[in-house]
């Protein structure tokens, strides 16, 4: 079993940013993958960006050239710094490990862009 636990959300203006931080309870080694999804009122849970063994990393189109996702295997965690942040970035913000066969939730952290 693997915990994960979010932190670094808050309410920010349009244009500002925010660091998540996705902190694990075992190596982040061991997972295939580690990643954010976030879902918003009333919508489906989406993709946001992830980061694979080898620190290959994709992204949603929505997030691209304005979040990055980066890890630090010492500290077993990893990191979403948000920059340029919109009204529609706006969403509960979940940690997902996929160690196959099994993946991992986190309970999320709220991120609220608004002025």
């Known amino acids: 079993q693997v915990q994960l636990v979010e932190s670094g959300g808050g309410l920010v203006q349009p244009g500002g940013s925010l660091r998540l931080s996705c902190a694990a309870s075992?190596?982040?080694?061991?997972?295939?993958?580690i990643g954010w999804y976030r879902q918003a009122p009333g919508k489906q849970r989406e993709f946001v960006a992830r980061i694979f063994r080898g620190d290959i990393t994709n992204y949603a189109d929505s997030v691209k050239g304005r979040f990055t996702i980066y890890r630090d295997n010492a500290k077993n965690t990893v990191y979403l710094q948000m920059n340029s942040l919109k009204p529609e970035d706006t969403a509960i913000y979940l940690c997902?490990?996929?160690?196959?066969?099994?993946?991992?939730w986190g309970q999320g952290t709220q991120v609220t862009v608004s002025s």
């Open positions: 075992r190596s982040i080694l061991d997972s295939y993958f």
């Open positions: 997902n490990m996929g160690a196959p066969p099994l993946t991992y």
